[in-house]
């Protein structure tokens, strides 16, 4: 059993900058996949980012050069650096583990979620 906690949302004006962390539960945090993903009202949950156990990358294009995934094996935690953020970002912002290879980006992959953190993004 994998317990994912998510903090760091909350209320910014565009253009500001916020941190989300998720802190994991489990001995074996440095074997899985991590992924953000976002959920606005009445839309599907969306990738966003993710980062494998040997710290590649990935982004949705929409958020390139204005959001950073990294981890810190040594605390269990993965975080997402959202910088340059627009109305459009707002949403429920979830983390996800993945204890098996799989396409990074696909919400089905993922076997543990987060309860989720509200970012809103005013205009």
């Known amino acids: 059993q994998v317990q994912l906690v998510e903090s760091g949302g909350g209320l910014v004006q565009a253009g500001g900058s916020l941190r989300l962390s998720c802190a994991a539960s489990?001995?074996?945090?440095?074997?899985?996949?991590m992924g953000w993903f976002r959920q606005a009202p009445g839309n599907e949950r969306e990738f966003v980012s993710g980062?494998?156990?040997?710290?590649?990358?990935y982004y949705t294009d929409s958020v390139k050069g204005r959001f950073t995934i990294s981890r810190d094996n040594a605390k269990n935690t993965v975080y997402l650096q959202m910088n340059s953020l627009k109305p459009e970002d707002t949403a429920v912002y979830y983390c996800?583990?993945?204890?098996?290879?799989?396409?990074?980006?696909?919400?089905?992959?993922?076997?543990?979620w987060g309860q989720g953190t509200q970012v809103t993004v005013s205009s």
């Open positions: 489990g001995r074996t945090f440095r074997s899985y996949a």
């Open positions: 996800a583990a993945q204890l098996m290879y799989g396409d990074i980006d696909q919400v089905d992959k993922y076997d543990y």
């Open positions: 980062i494998s156990w040997n710290s590649v990358t």
